[in-house]
């Protein structure tokens, strides 16, 4: 009764292995049972184990379960029941073929191959795991109901709640706000943190709620935000790599995110067009810079003829890594060469997903009032025809376009995508469709995000059918598209997210210090249209966020990370902020709007209008922790090191500065009035008395109003938010 049991329990897997069973397998399986038992289970765990299943698994063979010593390793099947001569296994013992096996031992004595053949032949059966109480891995490319329960995959809980104070202080442990800050720092606060400029003399006029409102309204506000998204684009414009070319109608796209902060564009379609803007409207020339975003990536220029089909997969998987980082927070491509170690995303999905972006090039397009027409491909370092009179060309990523070739090794696309073994193009498998991520899908739901393009399009519709999935809430992934977003906008807030990683919502990311806040903002984001603007009211308008930054020993030691929000913790403002405001304070600032950008640092634009070439960074704002714009970068870091001192103390820019910010004292009266304004227009608040006499001193010391104002845009509160 026990034989015919373990045979029952192992009849499925025998059925996937072989699918003819021999007629006699029944005697076979019995006969291959006596034979583990007797003698096969402890050759097999005296040569075989201890690198197979053991104390490792090397290649990814573990024996130790009979359904894993089927399933095979990284190099394939090695083991076919009833077929002992069609068995890896059986060539690398007799050393027939490489690797020999034991690898590092004598080769098995003749009686040892020979029983080892001879249960292989008998269908390999186990009675019970060469390793007490192992079980055997699950299949990774299927996604079970218990992967679906990961925090982040789960639908969004109907949190019932009046306000983001209500559920701080829900988690608060006994502990209440901070008091409000005075409205002269809550006013700095919010126009850097909307803006990233200082308020200018007279800002206080109003209640905080208008000038809140004044703020978004503002153009600058755009310019604030859409720098927090340039990061998570990776957005630069050149094409890295050695030759680093310039792609010198990039810029579209950085305009493009502006525009769209600034017209509180709803983020599912923020989204939807970065994706597929050339799918859902291919005249709209917004549309169309808005996919940008997909070509912002790195790119070779210079490869061989073996290297076209790999570098083709690097492209595409730059596009879903991206799309996956930024949109998802997911670490999506950790699937292109092995199923995800850690969250449910097999290679299989990944390589569907990637399928999306097949036949997805650059191009650059001149895009006219009344229609788009394909401009002349461009090569190496993009010698293009001129621009005719009234079109304006863009770099856009998408299909139908005459593509940017920068190479002369191939064509700028493969027909299909495959299947990888090892992410290896040299190991194709099969063909693979467009399909989307099981832990975020509704099994049997495919069809429906399918977009299917009018006849005689030149677009696939696989992109625009990839955001269809990317922000279906009720059935996709718009659930945790939401959830991202609401913490990348609580992160420039308040310095950390309510998910610390914000571009790592999975396993190895940190889980949520307050999850139902923020699945009620990712709610209250989807009920509001999807739009930016109310929710950034929402959180400024909060208690947490007006509260003051003094400090609490009893809260520090209670909440040492301020994960509960209990407090206000000062920031150190980004590299883009800190020069904009000395511009600004200096009465220099040039508030020129969009168009192609500029690589003098001694230019009165706004910074994020420096053009982002990757091998040559802009000093000042890598000093200032700007990333290197290769990948999706979630959060930037923050250091304290001398080249910033010696940038403020030094540079020629910085003196320009100083000297701007003399010349607007200059008419307030003696210097203890210039002080005054000096304190207003920099830190939006008087001197106190310490600093009154410091300053006084100073300047009677002989040195100039510059020389003193250069000290002030050196201060530690000049690059700090409190």
């Given amino acids: 009764m026990h034989r015919i049991l373990v045979f029952l329990l192992l009849f499925p897997a025998l059925l996937a292995a072989a699918p003819t069973l021999p007629d006699d397998h029944a005697q076979r399986m019995e006969r291959g049972l006596k034979s583990f038992q007797g003698e096969v289970a402890g050759l097999l765990k005296e040569h075989c184990l201890r690198c197979h299943g053991g104390e490792k698994v090397k290649s990814g063979l573990d024996m130790a379960t009979r359904e894993d010593l089927l399933r095979g390793g990284a190099h394939g099947t090695v083991v076919v029941p009833f077929d002992a001569a069609g068995s890896v296994l059986v060539e690398q013992i007799n050393h027939a073929k490489e690797p020999h096996m034991p690898d590092d031992r004598p080769k098995l004595a003749a009686e040892v191959i020979a029983k080892i053949t001879a249960w292989i032949n008998d269908g390999a059966p186990y009675a019970e795991p060469l390793v007490a109480g192992k079980k ?50 809550l006013v700095r606060r919010l126009y850097l943190d909307l803006t990233g400029l200082p308020p200018p003399e007279g800002a206080d006029a109003g209640d905080l709620n208008e000038i809140t409102d004044k703020l978004l309204a503002s153009p600058h ?19 890295g790599f050695e030759q680093d070319y310039d792609r010198p109608f990039a810029f579209h796209y950085r305009d493009f995110v502006i525009k769209a902060m600034n017209q509180d564009m709803p983020y599912d379609q923020f989204v939807k067009w970065q994706l597929a803007g050339d799918e859902y409207e291919p005249k709209n020339p917004l549309a169309l810079a808005a996919t940008g975003f997909l070509g912002a990536g790195v790119f070779p ?39 995800h170690k850690f969250d ?23 895009v006219w009032p009344d229609r788009v027409t394909a401009a002349v491909t461009t090569v190496a370092k993009d010698k293009s025809t001129p621009l005719q009179a009234g079109a304006t060309r863009m770099m856009i990523c998408g299909e139908g376009y005459d593509p940017i070739v920068m190479h002369t090794q191939g064509g700028p696309f493969f027909d299909k995508t495959y299947f990888l073994k090892r992410g290896s193009t040299d190991m194709k498998d099969s063909e693979a469709q467009q399909g989307f991520m099981q832990a975020l899908s509704v099994p049997g739901d495919a069809k429906r995000w399918l977009w299917q393009p009018p006849a005689g399009a030149k677009f696939s519709g696989r992109r625009r059918t990839l955001s269809n999935w990317i922000t279906d809430v009720d059935h996709g992934a718009g659930a945790l598209l939401a959830r991202v977003i609401v913490n990348r906008l609580w992160q420039h807030h308040f310095g950390t997210g309510i998910v610390a ?97 500029t690589r003098d640092e001694n230019s009165k634009r706004r910074s994020i209008y420096f053009t982002i070439k990757r091998s040559l960074l802009m000093g000042s704002m890598v000093a200032f922790d700007l990333p290197e ?94």
């Fill in 136 to 185: 055997p891995k699950r299949d990774a490319s299927v996604v079970t109901n218990e992967d679906r329960q990961w925090w982040s995959f789960l639908p969004l809980k109907k949190v019932k709640a009046k306000s983001i104070d209500e559920l701080l202080l829900k988690q608060a442990k006994g502990m209440t706000f901070n008091p409000p800050a005075d409205k002269a720092t």
């Fill in 221 to 239: 506000y755009g310019e604030r935000w859409a720098r927090h998204w340039l990061d998570v684009a990776r957005f630069a414009e050149s094409t």
């Fill in 301 to 339: 220029s210079q490869i061989t003829a073996n290297e076209v089909e790999r570098t083709r997969y690097d492209a595409m998987d730059d596009m879903l890594s991206t799309t996956g980082g930024a949109m998802l927070g997911l670490t999506v491509g950790c699937a292109r060469c092995h199923d």
């Fill in 344 to 366: 449910p995303l097999p290679m299989r999905d990944y390589y569907q997903m990637l399928s999306t972006f097949t036949t997805t090039t650059r191009s650059n397009v001149d």
């Fill in 501 to 597: 990683t914000p571009n790592d919502f999975g396993k190895t990311g940190t889980p949520p210090t307050q999850p139902e806040l923020l699945d009620w903002l990712a709610g209250r984001l989807i009920a509001n249209g999807w739009q930016l603007k109310p929710l950034h009211r929402l959180i400024v308008n909060s208690q947490a966020y007006r509260q003051s930054t003094q400090r609490s020993a009893e809260k520090e030691a209670a909440d040492p990370a301020n994960a509960l929000c209990m407090r206000r913790v000062p920031q150190r403002l980004e590299a883009e902020a800190i020069r904009d405001s000395m511009l600004a304070v200096s009465g220099t600032l040039d508030e020129t709007m969009f168009g192609p950008g």
């Fill in 629 to 722: 714009p290769l990948v999706s970068q979630g959060s930037r870091p923050t250091t304290t090191v001398a080249p910033q001192a010696l940038i403020l103390m030094n540079s020629p820019q910085a003196r320009s500065w100083a000297e701007g910010l003399a010349k607007r004292i200059a008419s307030a009266g003696d210097v203890k009035q210039q002080i005054l304004r000096a304190y207003t227009i920099c830190f939006h608040r008087a001197p106190k008395a310490d600093e009154l006499a410091q300053g006084l001193a100073f300047m009677q010391s002989g040195a100039t109003a510059a020389d003193y104002c250069q000290v002030l845009l050196s201060l530690n509160e000049m690059v700090y938010v409190n």
